[in-house]
């Protein structure tokens, strides 16, 4: 796949399947958001990306102040919410493998800001009628305190037009 045709094939909002990590010495694998976990990442034609990942269930603040809350209630929804968002690339590698990167303008984990982080990338064709978008990290990254190889797989929005 071109990065001109990765590219193409990326725009357009997908909705979040599955979230799921295996640690990277090896060992069974877990969902760090749940298997219920919900999200959607948008990719823009003029280059931007957002995506946002949410545990389902969050209970709402007692004082509907939106910029209230507790302290323990800000730190609990915290938990349960991941969001970035930027520009994005695509390229190829020289072994002919395609490549994506996100900038991290804006992030719900401060740590993120300012980073490009690439990802492995693979666009499935049609199963049961539908595509998936499947990413996954160029290596392990921190998760609960375990190097971990997170894969996302989301599913093509159907449109809204």
Do not use: C
């Not at 900038?103 to 009628?129: C, D, F, K, T």
């Amino acid at each position: 796949m071109t990065p001109e045709s990765l590219r193409s094939r990326l725009i357009g909002a997908w909705s979040l399947v599955s979230y799921k990590t295996e640690p990277a010495k090896g060992g069974p694998t877990t969902y760090p958001m749940g298997k219920d976990v919900q999200g959607i990442i948008m990719y823009t034609p003029d280059g931007y990306m957002s995506a946002q990942l949410m545990t389902p269930g969050a209970r709402p603040f007692a004082v509907a102040d939106l910029s209230g809350g507790t302290q323990e209630e800000l730190a609990e929804a915290m938990k349960h919410y991941l969001a970035y968002s930027g520009r994005f690339e695509v390229g190829e590698k020289g072994d002919g493998t395609p490549w994506l990167k996100h900038h991290m303008a804006v992030a719900s984990y401060p740590n993120w800001l300012g980073n490009a982080q690439e990802r492995v990338v693979r666009i499935e064709g049609e199963r049961e009628g539908e595509e998936y978008l499947v990413l996954g990290t160029d290596g392990p990254i921190l998760v609960k305190g375990e190097k971990q190889l997170p894969t996302l797989t989301w599913r093509r929005m159907k449109s809204n037009i």
